[in-house]
Nanobody, 124 residues
Framework: QVQLVESGGGLVQPGGSLSLSCVAS????????VGWFRQAPGREREGVSC????????YYTDSVKGRFTISRDFAKNAVHLRMNDLKPEDTGTYYC?????????????????WGQGTQVTVSS
């Protein structure tokens, strides 16, 4: 059974950090494109960061550049998102997703394997 399971969300104060993890089972995600997406209440799901299947090209949406880092853990068949200097506008449900071959853009409609999401709340 193909499955993605996210973890690491929580409540954090502005300026704080969180690390999200997404572990795959039922398939080898190491050679798939992976991405982190988020959805805030009342807003569309958006691409936050994506990594191509070769793990040599990354995408970050402008609002997270310099603060977030996506990485792949080959040993654990997982992908991580390190989030630093968090802001209230980073609040939302964060989802990881995978696709093969690498989609042309970091857009939710181009990814077909999804996790259930983990909540990130940035608030004082």
């Amino acid at each position: 059974q193909v499955q993605l399971v996210e973890s690491g969300g929580g409540l954090v104060q502005p300026g704080g950090s969180l690390s999200l993890s997404c572990v795959a089972s039922g398939f080898t995600m190491n050679w798939w494109a992976v991405g982190w997406f988020r959805q805030a209440p009342g807003r569309e799901r958006e691409g936050v960061s994506c990594l191509n299947s070769g793990s040599d090209r990354t995408y970050y949406t402008d609002s997270v550049k310099g603060r977030f880092t996506i990485s792949r853990d080959f040993a654990k068949n997982a992908v991580h998102l390190r989030m630093n200097d968090l802001k209230p506008e980073d609040t939302g449900t964060y989802y990881c997703a995978a696709a093969v071959p690498t989609p042309d853009a970091c857009r939710p409609n181009l990814y077909d394997t999804w996790g259930q999401g983990t909540q990130v709340t940035v608030s004082s």
